[in-house]
């Protein structure tokens, strides 16, 4: 395919070419917009669709020229684009403070292709029957241990339920001896992310800045990074005993064992560290907060409730309660916006010609709420997919093409057993019915008070087999 081309339609001439430097944008400061989308991160990106069109420009990548898009056609050619024309590793610049440089995020053109190669494997076949399994386990316990009888934010229960399932994904049946400790320091770093400051490009910043931002205590950066010393400290740990067990596996870190660079040598330990972090970061945050999202509107829509309840309790399928997730991540994909591609060779996409130095961020929350592509969109509709596979343009809550998120079945799954294991043993009483509010969590949208939920033990009603 030629990515020089703008996109055409069959019906349609050839849109005439412009240079990116045409699409209009607000003209706020940087910081205010940093503060718009982490406050508000869907109605800020509406909005500026409004004023401006499905393309516009954005101030907050330092450095680049950051332009949106929305158009379904324009999004899948961005997907189809060669890898060495837009690079994605820039695009994960404010979570390097967690995960590093040497990861699957970071990495672009072959160096990411042989690691996602090395890596799949521990999310497919055997493996993601394992996990399967293991995730309708954890979901029971999980559930079975959340409070009862008082209204409680379940979001923090549901994120720790998710770095459990990752905890799987990536060591197996090899738990580390260190884990309990290593659960808490992750989840004492992942804290950051409910702050401003977990956007702040530290890795770009001098010795003396950090040193003066890490004075703030409020900010949070001191204790993260302490965290941070000791999170390296137990993986290297962890690794360490898996190594000198000598036991295989199908986990995500036997396959990193077991992988190689060009030049014949295993991963070094800090790509092995890097890419088990990826995974408590980008396997866990998205995920805890599509679970959330999915209670809020299934205990604002008592008739998707009811059908969906009906359906569980009669255990003969799951092609409602599929429907319904597939929904959810479409009314609030948790990602609102892909990760960003950086312009390494000029393309021309949507009739703009965008040149070396631009980045380019595909919007999941606007693409979804294009009522052209999905009428009424802000209605919460599961019978939109019944018998309907989502198209990998217009549905993309894991982003696509090349960098589409390795664990979207993980994540898919444990969606589906949360829900199904809450509904089958709970009955949910919501003490406020006003509609939640979107509020950034890094690169992340939750609901703003954490799907805030009183959970009643359920009487009286059949428990599906199976």
């Not at 040193?211 to 409020?218: G, T």
């Not at 969906?308 to 479409?330: F, P």
């Amino acid at each position: 395919m030629d990515t020089r081309s703008s996109t055409t339609t069959e019906t349609g001439p050839k849109r005439p070419v412009v240079p990116a430097s045409t699409i209009r944008g607000p003209k706020t400061t940087t910081m205010m917009q940093y503060v718009q989308l982490f406050r508000r991160p869907g109605e800020y990106m509406m909005d500026c669709r409004r004023k401006y069109g499905k393309q516009f420009e954005l101030k907050v990548f330092p450095g680049f020229k950051l332009y949106v898009l929305s158009d379904p056609e324009d999004v899948k050619q961005l997907f189809l684009a060669p890898s060495d024309v837009l690079h994605t590793g820039r695009g994960s610049a404010s979570l390097e403070k967690f995960f590093g440089q040497t990861g699957l995020a970071w990495l672009d053109e072959k160096e990411h292709l042989a690691r996602r190669k090395g890596i799949m494997p521990s999310v497919r076949g055997s493996a993601h029957q394992r996990t399967e399994e293991a995730v309708r386990r954890m979901a029971k316990e999980a559930v079975a241990g959340w409070p009862r009888g008082k209204a409680v934010a379940l979001r923090p229960y549901v994120h720790k339920f998710t770095i459990q399932v990752i905890r799987e994904v990536v060591f197996g049946k090899h738990v580390p001896s260190c884990w309990d400790e290593l659960f808490e320091v992750i989840w004492d770093m992942l804290k950051l992310n409910a702050s401003v400051a977990t956007m702040i490009e530290t890795h770009e910043m001098s010795p003396l800045g950090v040193r003066l931002l890490r004075a703030i205590k409020p900010l949070g950066l001191d204790r993260f990074f302490k965290n941070r010393d000791r999170c390296d400290q137990l993986i290297a740990q962890a690794i360490a005993e898996r190594v000198n067990s000598g036991e295989p596996g199908d986990d995500m870190l036997a396959m990193m064992l077991g992988m190689t660079t060009e030049d014949g040598s295993p991963l070094s330990a800090v790509e092995l560290r890097d890419e088990i972090m990826t995974m408590f970061v980008a396997g866990t945050e998205t995920t805890a907060a599509a679970i959330c999202w999915s209670l809020e509107h299934l205990t604002r829509e008592p008739a998707v409730f009811q059908r969906l309840l009906a359906e569980i309790d009669e255990g003969a399928g799951d092609e409602y309660l599929t429907a319904t997730v597939i929904e959810s991540l479409r009314r609030w994909p948790p990602n609102p916006h892909i990760i960003p591609r950086e312009v390494v060779k000029p393309i021309e996409i949507g009739g703009v010609r965008y040149e070396p130095g631009c980045m380019l961020w595909a919007s999941a929350y606007l693409v979804h709420h294009d009522p052209k592509v999905y009428p009424d969109p802000y209605e919460f509709r599961p019978e939109r997919f019944l018998g309907v596979k989502p198209s990998t343009s217009t549905w993309i809550p894991f982003g696509g093409g090349r960098v589409r998120c390795l664990g979207d079945r993980i994540a898919m799954v444990e969606m589906k057993e949360v829900l199904r294991e809450l509904l089958t043993t709970c009955d949910l009483h919501r003490p406020d019915m006003t509609p939640e509010v979107p509020v950034g969590r890094s690169v992340t949208m939750t609901p703003k008070r954490g799907a805030q939920l009183e959970l009643r033990p359920r009487k009286n009603r059949p428990r599906p087999t199976g």
